[in-house]
């Protein structure tokens, strides 16, 4: 027997008109070197609408893929929605990607138009005729703020939707088309698109939303510092829509300073990032704690992703701020979030210190998604915080097929390789020990790089470490740490060492220390371990094998 209520449709625009009319005031602010924009839901409705009619001026179908280059404005959420809303697809493009890799995705994806910040316009010039399907390009500013770039079939935003109505009719979809299209930052290999779908972008908003998950409510100010090009920046422009939340966009500055100063002029009660962004605004503060007024700060919570959060950012956070980190764990192909590190109630009783231990795991699965460990063979492992195994995810938010990929990603059971190595306790917790490329195999043991660098991390001298796994004559691999010093000291090689020794077994301590200026990151804040590897793949090939 049929269910005998409405079926309507999950759309993203659904989103935004129930902001514009419930949350209409509610502001929006952007941040740019030059000035601070305000607006709020209801006009950022009327824009993307505005919007929605000039792309189908343009003849963008129903379907077509629409880039973006661009940092977190005003401007990049009206795309979120006016681009969707007219039945297409946002292709939002890492602009710090290679040129190369830009010049992929855009013809990959069959971009009709590229709309990217005045900042990029240079990086497009350079590429514009070998992108041979794009018809024209539009720059998000005014007239006055475009330069004359050399790009075929230039126009500015304003200029562009300035005479549509406000009132534009969005175009109707159905919930399953594709709405946001975003590709992996992988670091090998041409990247991979994950084509979500309006359906999965709704349903992934009401889980952010949860108590349980960000607990976005619409008394939160949110400074947005993960980018609109990151995995729809985490759900965020959606889940804040449906919620009525403030949302402050900082634009290009995500310097320690920038972020202070913006997170306390607006009051913003919640941010998320990756942990590099954390640790240099960390260090801001803890560099001039003096003259920063620190009660001036609303911020209660914020949500760590990307990359494993250090045990001394959370423990700084807490110490220096009285704010709570969550920890999470996902991936392009999960929307992002399938794991989040809410406290059970039984961790109230805890003390700081076996808080922190909590927090530093990868947090349980919020409903929706569902995930397992296998072995080598396949043989599904346990829940007992011991076996550690390849994760594997599925659920309506879980990437299916890539984009124009042959064949589907997942298993017939709709099974996902997330390419992580993780071990889950008994509690759910989940506890990523490695990904699966970088995981050190010495004389037949494996050594998780990511237990050697939270154990390093832990050293005061230590701000962020890398472990990397480097060909070694009689141990096939062994490990090797590279650190960046913390502020005002002086790592030493064998105090370091014997730091570790006291830590992990005899035979995972690394076979050097190496102190460097800074570690390569990828261009959404992961180390970029294949660099390191690249770089240092001869560090210890003339060892005679004594470790
Ligand atoms: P991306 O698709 O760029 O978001 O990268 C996803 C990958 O980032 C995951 O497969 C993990 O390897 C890594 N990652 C994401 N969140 C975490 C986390 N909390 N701890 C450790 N690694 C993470």
Known sequence: MQGLMQDAPLTLSSLLDHAARFHGDREIVSKSAEATLRTNYRDVNGRARQLAGALRRLEVKTGDCVASLAMNTSRHIELYYGVTGAGAVLNTVNPKLFPEQIKFIVSHAENTYVFFDPAFGPLLEA??????????????????????????????????????????????????????????????????????????????????????????????????????????????????????????????????????????????????????????????????RERLDLSGLALERVLVGGSAAPRSLIERFDYMLGVYVIHAWGMTETSPLATIGTPLPEHAQLDAQSRYDIQMLQGRAIYGVDLRIVDGEGTVLAHDGIAAGDLQVRGPWVVQRYFKAPAPACDADGWFPTGDVAKIHPNGYLQLTDRSKDIIKSGGEWISSVDLENAAIAHPDVREAAVIGVPHPKWQERPILLVVAAPAATPQRDDILAFLAARVARWQVPDDVIVVPALPHTATGKLLKSALRETYRDHLSKDDGES
């Open 127 to 288: 590429l514009a005729l070998e992108l041979t399907g794009v018809r024209g390009y539009v720059c998000l500013a005014d007239a006055a703020g475009t330069p004359a770039f050399n790009l075929p079939n230039l126009t500015n935003y304003e200029d562009l939707i300035g005479s549509e109505d406000v009132a534009s009719p969005w175009t109707e979809v159905a919930e399953s088309a594709g709405a946001i299209l975003c590709y992996t930052s992988g670091t090998t290999g041409d990247p991979k698109g994950v084509l979500y779908s309006h359906r999965s972008l709704v349903l992934h908003a009401f889980t952010v939303l949860s108590a349980d998950g960000m607990a976005l409510s619409t008394r939160d100010g949110v400074l947005l510092v993960t980018p609109l090009f990151h995995v729809n920046a985490w759900g965020i422009p959606f889940a804040a829509a449906m919620c009525g939340a403030r949302l402050i966009l900082p634009g290009a500055a995500l310097d320690g300073e920038s972020i202070f100063n913006l997170m306390r002029a607006e009051r913003c009660t919640f941010s998320l990032g990756v942990p590099t962004v954390w640790l240099g605004f960390l260090d801001f503060i803890a560099a001039h």
